[in-house]
């Protein structure tokens, strides 16, 4: 599998590791945009939020559960903001869905 996330996944690509559980994986962004800049992303292959079929619902809800839990434990309780950028004009460069959650200082709108 040459998806660069089931790769850090399955442990053949360092990542610092935040979070798992038997559905998703959560690690360091390696090029941060905020003090916390954390993905969660799901334990199997799904290429983008678009290509998540209806089977899928309660994995989506789970990954945004996970990523709440991530930023409570992170003590991010003045707020953080999460971005699921999907295909290629939604600025999806990686292939394999993933919520980032980023917080620890003030958010603009709109995003670029
Ligand atoms: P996106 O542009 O929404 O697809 O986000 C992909 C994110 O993955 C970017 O923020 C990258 O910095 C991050 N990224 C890419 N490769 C790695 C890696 N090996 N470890 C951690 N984060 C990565
Ligand atoms: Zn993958």
Not at 36 to 64: M, W, Y
């Amino acid at each position: 599998m040459s998806c660069t996330f089931c790769r850090i996944i399955e442990g053949k690509i360092p990542s610092t590791p935040v979070y798992q559980d038997d559905f998703c994986y959560a690690f360091a962004d390696i090029n941060p945009k905020a003090p916390v800049h954390i993905l969660v992303v799901p334990r199997e292959h799904i290429g983008s939020l678009d290509e998540a079929a209806a089977e899928k619902r309660a994995l989506l809800g789970h990954l945004l559960w996970a990523a709440a839990e991530i930023a409570r434990k992170k003590g991010l309780a003045n707020g953080y903001r999460i971005v699921v950028n999907t295909g290629e004009e939604g600025g999806q460069t990686v292939d394999h869905l993933h919520l980032h959650l980023m917080g620890g200082r003030q958010m603009t709108w709109p995003p670029g």
